[in-house]
Every structure is written in C-alpha cells, then in structure tokens.
C-alpha cells in the first residue's frame, strides 16, 4: 500500500524493518499536522517554611498541657519534652526533627491512640535532639523523639533518629569529631 492506497486524510511516511506501512495524519492543504501542544508542567509547589511552622505550633502549646501529656502518655516528667521543643499540630503533639546544623526541617507527630509517630506530609525526616549539643558529652543514639526526651531525663545527651536504619548521614553530619 503506497500514497495512493492510503486512506483520505492519512499520507504514506515509510515502510518499516519488518515491511509494516507507517501512515501519518494530513490536514486538507496535504501539510502534516502539527501535534498538540503539551500542557506546561505546574509550577513547583513552595517548600513548607517549617521553622515558622515549628514556631507557630510551639506557640500552641499550654505548658500544664504538655507535662500531662508527658506523664499521662510517655511517663516522663515532662521537662525534657518542653526542651526538646515540643508543639502543638491539629490537637496532636509534634516534635521538630532537625538537620545537623540544627535546622528544624520537618515535624513529626505523635499518635495517641498509635503505637507508632507519622512525619507530617512533604517534611523531611530528620533527628531529635536538643540544639546546640553539648560539645563534651558523650552521645546516646536512640530511635524516636520519646526515647530522646526518656534518655535525658535519665541524664544522658541524647539524639533520637527517626528510625532504626534511617539519618545515619545526618548522624555522621552531626557528631563529627
């Protein structure tokens, strides 16, 4: 089937390897179409300001509130949570995770009714710890923000990863020399 034998509306493009027929569309004038155009992609949607965040949901916080939840829930006395800087995030608890420079970059929660905390959506997963470190303690890595706040108040600087296999990098970042 050649140029003659096509279909109206469709031209003769090439034969293929294995002698198949390639056709294309043609407008009325003979002139191959031209494809629509593709969408432009969205715009990238701005990163959350999580310092601001961090500092609006630590503005939530009522302090009696939060050693109950310390002690009612962790059964901590509650200071080490109040220095690790905990907020308040839609009636749920959340801690900063920070990068190695102290950063907070991302906002964990911590689920009641949960066994397990949940990052809230498009953070980064990062360590908690208190910022600055004390520069001549030694370090107690542990998994989680209520084992961090559970170990110093055990009297140990502590910094919790936020999984047992996850932040080594930030780790290595953190605790150089």
């Known amino acids: ?4 034998d096509a279909a109206q509306g469709y031209r003769f493009i090439r034969t293929s390897k294995n002698g198949g027929h390639l056709f294309g569309l043609v407008d009325n004038l003979g002139a191959k179409l031209t494809p629509k155009p593709r969408r432009p992609a ?31 829930e962790l059964q901590l006395d509650g ?13 749920r608890y959340v801690f900063p995770e920070r990068d190695a420079a102290g950063k907070v970059i991302g ?22 710890y208190l910022h600055p470190l004390p520069p001549t303690d030694p370090v107690l890595v542990v998994e989680g923000a209520s084992d961090t706040a559970a170990a110093m108040e055990a009297g140990f600087t502590a910094v919790g990863r936020y999984n047992n296999k996850g932040g080594g990098e930030l780790l290595a970042q953190l605790l150089v020399g």
């Open 42 to 72: 969205p715009p990238p949607k701005p990163r959350p300001d999580w310092p601001a965040i961090h500092a609006k949901c630590r503005a939530e916080v009522i302090p009696g509130e939060l050693y109950d939840f310390a002690d009612a």
């Open 79 to 91: 200071w080490a949570v109040d220095v690790l800087e905990a907020g308040v995030h839609r009636d």
């Open 1 to 4: 089937m050649r140029c003659a």
């Open 107 to 128: 906002l964990v929660k911590r689920h009641l009714d949960k066994p397990h905390n949940r990052a809230l959506a498009t953070a980064q997963r990062g360590l908690t």
